[in-house]
């Protein structure tokens, strides 16, 4: 991909962004993470050096070799897909950022079983089926609260920081808004309990996210399109 394009592509988002969290709060903070699940390694080293620091991958075995392939580069990752129990060892080998996609007690349990082998610890964010979408992951948002404790509570090795969601899959944005005020909900209430991170927002809705208090926005097409 044209190198200056991608610039241009970068300048718009952070232009977006801004824009969008001022409308929020002068104070409020939002960093991007930029999704490469699109996009090779020289697109990251690319974006590297315009200034980005913070990688999204939805596969554990496309963070590995992007990963391996960029060691040279101190990069944030972040894994935001669905995790097959058989894909834990590898993801904890690759000592990501933090985790974005942890969806059940279930899951935790697993993770922190194989975290207390390898005597690693793991930032994760609570996944939560906001819109209540059959085919996605995430805990129900009325259950959310509760397995947020549960989960703090029976894990020793997860460190728990917070939210996630990926909004409502529709045109409608009375709807798509709906489901991130019901996370941005969950989230403060969960304040107390050491929530720091509301991740919400993605290349279609990452200004509506902002505007109901997300401060992580996952931005991948919208980087990459010509
Ligand atoms: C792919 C993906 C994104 C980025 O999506 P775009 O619409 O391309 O910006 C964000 N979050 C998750 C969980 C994803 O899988």
Not at 57 to 85: N, T, Y
Not at 186 to 205: F, R
Request: hydrophobic share 40%; proline share 2%.
């Amino acid at each position: 991909m044209d190198i200056y394009k991608l610039r241009d592509n970068f300048d718009a988002i952070i232009q977006r962004v801004e824009a969008a969290r001022i409308r929020r709060s002068e104070h409020h903070i939002v960093q991007i993470v930029a999704v490469t699940k699109y996009a090779g390694t020289q697109e990251i080293r690319a974006l590297y050096e315009l200034g980005q620091r913070a990688f999204g991958e939805s596969r554990v075995q496309d963070l590995k070799a992007k990963a391996s392939e960029l060691e040279d580069l101190p990069l944030e990752w972040h894994f935001i897909g669905r995790l097959q129990k058989n894909k834990i060892n590898h993801l904890i080998d690759l000592d990501p950022w933090l985790m974005q996609s942890l969806d059940s007690l279930e899951l935790a349990l697993e993770i922190d079983k194989r975290l207390e082998a390898k005597g690693k610890k793991m930032q994760c964010l609570l996944q939560i089926n906001s819109a209540k979408e059959e085919t996605k992951a995430g805990v129900m948002p009325e259950c959310a609260y509760d397995e947020y404790l549960k989960i703090i509570e029976e894990t020793k090795h997860i460190d728990l920081v917070g939210v996630m969601t990926i909004g409502a899959h529709t045109d409608d944005e009375k709807k798509i808004k709906e489901s991130f005020e019901t996370t941005y909900k969950i989230y403060e209430a969960l304040k107390p309990h050491g929530a720091e991170i509301c991740s919400m927002g993605m290349s279609g809705d990452f200004e509506l996210a902002i505007e109901c208090g997300s401060n992580m926005v996952r931005i991948g097409s919208l980087f990459f399109a010509n």
